[in-house]
């Protein structure tokens, strides 16, 4: 089993930042891929950003590229977003996920592990 457990949410205002953290707990979780997601009420989870297990490769939905950065320290055990320039329509339910695999992907099925959430707020 592995625990992940998100902090860093909180109520910003439009053009704020925020970082959010996830730390890992349980089974090794180095060699798998990592993402992050996001629900706004009302709406699907939807893909966010991921990264490789070594940290050398992130992916991003074009809605946050170039606004949102993904890192991980795996010495630990903790997955970071990084949020900048944040709009209203950023509000939502943050989740951090592990990967089934090394490689990462966007679809919510290809993750297997999930935190509890970590709500952002962005006021306009």
């Known amino acids: 089993q592995v625990q992940l457990v998100e902090s860093g949410g909180g109520l910003v205002q439009a053009g704020g930042s925020l970082r959010l953290s996830c730390v890992a707990s349980?089974?090794?979780?180095?060699?798998?891929?990592m993402g992050w997601f996001r629900q706004a009420p009302g709406k699907e989870r939807e893909f966010v950003a991921a990264?490789?297990?070594?940290?050398?490769?992130?992916y991003y939905a074009d809605s946050v590229k170039g606004r949102f950065t993904i890192s991980r320290d795996n010495a630990k055990n903790t997955l970071y977003l990084q949020m900048k320039s944040l709009k209203p329509e950023d509000t939502a339910v943050y989740y951090c996920?592990?990967?089934?695999?090394?490689?990462?992907?966007?679809?919510?099925?290809?993750?297997?592990?999930w935190g509890q959430g970590t709500q952002v707020t962005v006021s306009s």
């Open positions: 990264i490789t297990w070594t940290g050398g490769s992130t």
């Open positions: 349980g089974r090794t979780w180095t060699t798998y891929a």
């Open positions: 996920a592990r990967s089934r695999a090394i490689r990462p992907g966007s679809s919510r099925d290809e993750y297997n592990y």
